[in-house]
């Protein structure tokens, strides 16, 4: 598997001369679930579980080799080296191969790496692994039926997250989009609590109506990509061989920074159906995006199926999925529409601020454990749609962070009520209480998990946070609603705070209760899975540009500065 | 006498060769009425003969096929005469498609009603004349022909519905439809008087230039927009377009449920292919006139129209229902629905200037998505039938449990509910993607002409809404055989029905993943080298002027509609 060295042709003296790297490590890492889920429908029942938890251990390991190429970036003028003189000029680790030609447009199979997805490519293998031993012991669940179709949809869920983060092609993305939802109803559906099939319709439904609107914009933004290159040729040169484009495009890519269509689609006389193109498209992507983040007001099915899933789905699902939501906007609506963004920002920032406050509130209210840790996911995720909405550097900065953060706490948590789950069969916050003397170690893991969900300065949650804080600050020159909302986010902060104090309060303080008294310590296995989280949690909390930032930085802050070239043509 | 005899046609053998594919299914029908004649009455030999005669039909198809070279054969007429039957690639993609499935039918029937039925010989002669009727419908742009052979389709299509003859609701589907194909008959046959009256004769191809000719120069627009109404209406029918679609469910709920499987997409798919064939006669008619096929802006509105209803009522309705053969026939009128979509683009290559050579993509993009449906419904109908020749119950109830009770049938049903719906990785969602494409393409290439283009986004809008409705229903049958388990028994399904439907899920997941490029390429290359009639017609006429003074040919049927033509011009 050693990478091959492209090396595109130069157009003009300035640009495209530049190496890439093919191979076929994310293909590898996208069908290699697949394959294992292949395996089990051929395996006998009792290896259904061995099977799947080497294939995601193999996946993860494989999915570190993708972190090296991205090292060294802290280092100012290297950062400038790795990440080029344009957003995503170094993508590594591509991979292209004709899928579908017609004669005027092509489709590919398109996969590559570049800052924003390969934090959350390693985040998937990473929580899929944890989520996989959180599923080790099946045989003990109440629904335990068929294990191999279990650890089947498992799988292909993973090939579908790993699919949707790194596809560059916008068809491609969008069959990875759809795959997932498949998987995903069966294991809420089948596998779920008594409302499953509430739940999982209500999951489908919502996720489909977004992307169904995707469709439409899937649709339009090729044949007016087709216009903008047939209408200005001399701006149409292609990002990847300089060359003029003669035919419209899905390339993500070549969407976000070729000139000729950034012009025709920002372009204020561009209508679609009577409607400003710009701000019609960002709208129907955005939908789409929202309902996976989830925003207010698309967010009700997000607490209905983590109520009903399984814990280790509940772990991916809050772990990975919702961060689809977010890259999302940072792949697709923000580089292609920056002026659609530009028009909402102040409606989207208010969507993201009543995400917090609402999340926070209805965390704060419910007295089932796990639809608390739910609507404190709206919450955390408000953070990142408030941080992406300013069009800033640190904004978006602390979006990805928050998204990172809120991928290592959050199926912590759901694990944690998961472990409590197993042993009391219940989820009545009021009726437990002292678990920390009960469950020593757990109750430790605990504190941490939800501290950092708190966002307690030191642990992951704080960097994010105060990073989007700090984002909607510094866009006060452009948006004068930018100060008064910061203000109230950060006052937001209080309200988590009750909510998560309160919670460890009437959970895991004061006395012990008898009736609790005969629960096990967390077993091995469950250490296994909070150890590595807890740790994390610390480290990202205290070593935030090391671990995150360095990677990161380069590849957003081109897509801001290329987003602000737009804006200012505008 | 001699005069007598040469009016006289008789086809050449190179006539009767063309068609061949035609003449093996009246063959197939004597057969099936003289075998059992020699042999004695069985029900498995009729079934085998119609068996060998969709084969031999698919042979001898694929044997012509080679005969199209680049404008297709309208023939089995007079030399100089407009021919009566069209040969050219759609009518042998048609044809392939169709009988493919019907060997699927007859698959179907062997399974579950080879051992009760009693009228073998009279069942396959009905089915086969059924196919025969929509076979010729795909393959003629003469009026007159065409209203032949909707009827030729239809009136077997009545009884065959009514077959189970002691059965009150068969009786009732049956007097249903006869009741509403012959008014829809009749509406047709007077729309189509009413185009001989205005145009003087009945050959489609003369007609369609004219009438954008009509049209652009604002004449008796009124009357011929009538006309085509009227005659649309007949077509309309047997898509079952809303408001046209009355029958459909009744229809089929009452009939056997290989015989709803057959008419759920055959006789839409006739009706559809002979859609194209008009609208794509009307676009070549209008450019070949020195026209925009933007002159049909008002027919393709109308159609546009009645697809955005057609699609969202059956999606809606599809919703209530509770029996699967109910469900499954508003879920085959939303599927009419979203063919219709595309069926409403008037365009045709070259009229659209430098960057737009299309090729025929709205028509290669509803033959794919005829071809992927009458995979997905296959599937979807041996499954349902199997299940309701276990069960004895038509309600979705029984499909309770399915994925523990028989999973070999379940999952196959998975794939094709789920391609139905047009989510990846199956294939009805390419299917999809090539409408929306397509109405894309329009919207783009009309964004000048009036409200066209916009109208081609509505679309595409209302497509994509429609997906979303249609999930709850097709979702329902999914909850039902994975998420609700009430308990029925296990059961094993008969080995051939299980493999026909598995074979339908895996292509469908095959052709949604690995092969999207090449149905599409097949398709693109039927739909292009068609009959053109502009094309055909260019020796004949270069201006209109000419069509009118026309020198009348002593051996044209049109004879004599050429000289009513000239008086009425006196008369005006």
Wanted: charged residues 10%.
């Amino acid at each position: 598997m050693r990478p091959r060295s492209v090396r595109h042709q130069p157009a003009s003296n300035d640009g495209w001369v530049d190496v890439v790297q093919e191979t076929s490590l994310l293909t590898i890492l996208i069908f290699l679930p697949a394959l294992g889920a292949l395996g089990i429908l051929f395996a006998p029942r009792e290896m259904a579980r061995v099977i799947a938890l080497l294939t995601c251990g193999v996946t993860f390991v494989l999915s570190l080799w993708l972190i090296p190429p991205f090292l060294g970036a802290g280092d100012p003028s290297a950062a400038m080296d790795i990440f080029g003189s344009a957003y995503g000029d170094k993508l590594h680790f591509l991979q292209r191969i004709p899928w579908i030609q017609g004669e005027r447009f092509s489709i590919e199979y398109f996969v590559g790496l570049d800052g924003l997805n390969m934090p959350l490519v390693v985040l998937t293998t990473f929580v899929t692994l944890l989520a996989c031993v959180a599923s080790w012991n099946f045989h003990t669940w109440k629904i335990n039926k068929s294990s191999k179709a279990y650890f089947i949809l498992f799988l292909m869920l993973e090939t579908g997250m790993v699919g949707v983060f790194v596809s560059l092609d916008f068809f491609l993305f969008y069959i990875f989009w759809e795959m997932m939802l498949l998987p995903m109803y069966f294991l809420i559906g089948v596998w779920g609590g008594p409302r499953k099939e509430y739940a999982a319709i209500k999951f489908f439904l919502f996720t489909l109506a977004g992307s169904v609107l995707m469709l439409v914009a899937l649709v339009a933004m090729f044949f007016y990509s087709a216009d903008a290159v047939a209408e200005r040729p001399d701006l149409a040169l292609s990002y990847w061989t300089g060359e003029v484009l003669t035919t419209g495009t899905f390339d993500i890519i070549e969407l976000s920074t070729n000139q000729a269509i950034q012009t025709k689609f920002n372009d204020g006389g561009t209508m679609f159906l009577g409607l400003r193109f710009a701000t019609t498209m960002f709208m129907f992507l955005f939908v789409g995006f929202a309902v996976k983040l989830p925003s207010f007001p698309v967010h009700t099915w997000l607490p209905d199926a983590h109520v009903e899933a399984p814990t280790p789905v509940s772990m991916i699902l809050a772990g990975v999925l919702l961060k689809m939501g977010g890259y999302g906007f940072l792949r697709l609506c923000y580089p292609i529409f920056p002026a659609g963004g530009y028009w909402w920002s102040a409606f989207l920032a208010a969507l993201g601020l009543v995400s917090i406050i609402y999340g926070a509130l209805c965390a704060m209210a419910q007295t089932d454990f796990k639809r608390l840790v739910a609507y404190s996911s709206i919450s955390h995720m408000g953070y990142v749609l408030l941080g992406i909405s300013v069009m800033s550097q640190t904004g978006f900065q602390g979006a990805m962070f928050q998204m990172i953060a809120h991928g290592i706490s959050s199926p912590m948590c759901f694990f944690l009520v998961g472990v409590v789950y197993e042993r009391a069969h219940h989820r009545e916050i009021n009726r437990f209480g002292g678990l920390w003397l009960t469950m020593p170690k757990y109750g430790t893991m605990a504190t941490i998990g939800f501290f950092a969900s708190l966002g307690l300065p030191g642990l992951c949650g704080f960097i994010g946070e105060i990073w989007v804080l700090l984002g909607v600050f510094e866009a006060r020159d452009r948006f004068e609603w930018a100060v008064p909302v910061a203000i109230m986010a950060a006052a937001a902060v209080i309200l988590t705070a009750g909510y998560v104090l309160w919670l460890i309060q009437r959970v895991y303080l004061g006395k012990e209760k008898p009736e609790h008294a005969g629960f096990p310590e967390a077993t091995g296995r469950e250490m296994s899975i909070l150890v590595p989280l807890a740790v994390l949690c610390i480290l990202f909390g205290i070593l935030p540009k090391h671990l995150l930032f360095d990677y990161v930085n380069g590849t957003l802050n081109q897509i801001v500065g290329t987003m602000q070239d737009v804006l200012a043509m505008y | 006498m001699d005069t007598l005899l040469q009016n006289f046609w008789t086809p050449t053998s190179t006539d009767l060769f063309w068609f061949s594919p035609e003449l093996a299914l009246v063959g197939t029908i004597v057969m099936l009425l003289v075998v059992p004649i020699i042999m004695g009455k069985s029900a498995r030999t009729s079934g085998r003969i119609a068996l060998f005669g969709t084969v031999a039909t698919i042979v001898l198809t694929l044997r012509v096929a080679g005969v199209v070279q680049t404008q297709g054969i309208s023939g089995l007429a007079p030399p100089a005469a407009a021919g009566m039957l069209i040969l050219d690639n759609l009518a042998i993609y048609f044809k392939i498609v169709l009988m493919l499935f019907m060997a699927g039918i007859i698959g179907l029937w062997f399974i579950g009603s080879a051992e009760k039925e009693r009228n073998g010989p009279e069942f396959f002669v009905i089915f086969a004349g059924s196919a025969l009727g929509m076979v010729l419908m795909a393959g003629t742009l003469n009026l007159l022909m065409m209203a032949i052979a909707i009827e030729m389709a239809s009136l077997p299509s009545y009884a065959i519905v009514g077959f189970k003859k002691r059965n009150r609701a068969a009786a009732e589907a049956s007097l249903k439809y006869v009741v509403f194909g012959g008014i829809s008959a009749a509406i047709m046959l007077y729309g189509i008087s009413l185009l001989y009256g205005i145009f003087g004769t009945l050959n489609f191809a003369h007609i369609a230039p004219r009438a954008a000719v009509m049209l652009h120069e604002g004449q008796n627009t009124l009357i011929l927009g009538f006309a085509l109404i009227c005659t649309l209406g007949g077509i309309l029918f047997k898509i079952a377009a809303v408001p046209f679609h009355f029958w459909c469910p009744d229809v089929f709920e009452g009939a056997k449920i290989e015989v709803t499987a057959w008419l759920s997409v055959s006789s839409k798919a006739a009706a559809i292919v002979l859609l194209l064939r008009l609208v794509d006669a009307f676009s070549v008619g209008a450019v070949s006139e020195g026209l925009s096929a933007a002159i049909f802006n008002n027919l393709a509105l109308g159609l546009a129209i009645i697809a955005a209803i057609t699609c969202t009522w059956g999606n809606f309705a599809a919703y209530r229902q509770r029996n699967i053969k109910r469900l499954l026939a508003y879920s085959s009128i939303a599927h009419a629905g979203y063919m219709l979509m595309a069926c409403s683009i008037f365009m045709h290559p070259g009229l659209l200037g430098a960057g737009y050579s299309i090729g025929q993509s709205p028509m290669g993009a509803v033959l794919v998505y005829i071809m992927l449906y009458a995979i997905m419904n296959l599937g979807v109908f041996a499954v349902a039938a199997m299940v309701i020749w276990q069960t004895g119950s038509e309600d979705i109830d029984a499909f309770n449990g399915l994925g523990r009770r028989s999973a070999w049938l379940a999952v196959p049903m998975l794939f094709c509910l789920v391609s139905l719906v047009g989510l990846p990785p199956f294939a009805g969602f390419i299917g999809k993607y090539w409408l929306l494409l397509a109405l894309g393409e329009a919207g783009t290439a009309y964004a000048s002409v009036q409200s066209l283009g916009t109208i081609y986004w509505t679309l595409i809008v209302i497509a994509g809404t429609n997906t979303l409705i249609s999930l709850f229903f097709y979702f329902r049958i999914i909850k039902a055989m994975f998420l609700t388990d009430d308990g029925q028994p296990a059961f094993t399904p008969s080995i051939t029905g299980a493999t026909m439907a598995n074979l339908c899920g895996i292509a469908l997941l095959v052709m949604g993943v690995f092969y999207i490029q090449q149905p599409r390429d097949m398709a693109e290359k039927y739909a292009t080298h068609l009959f053109q009639p502009a094309a055909a017609m260019t020796h004949t006429m270069t201006t209109t002027q000419d069509v009118y003074n026309e020198k009348p040919n002593a051996a044209d049927p049109d004879f004599r509609l050429t000289t009513i033509d000239h008086e009425q011009e006196g008369a005006q």
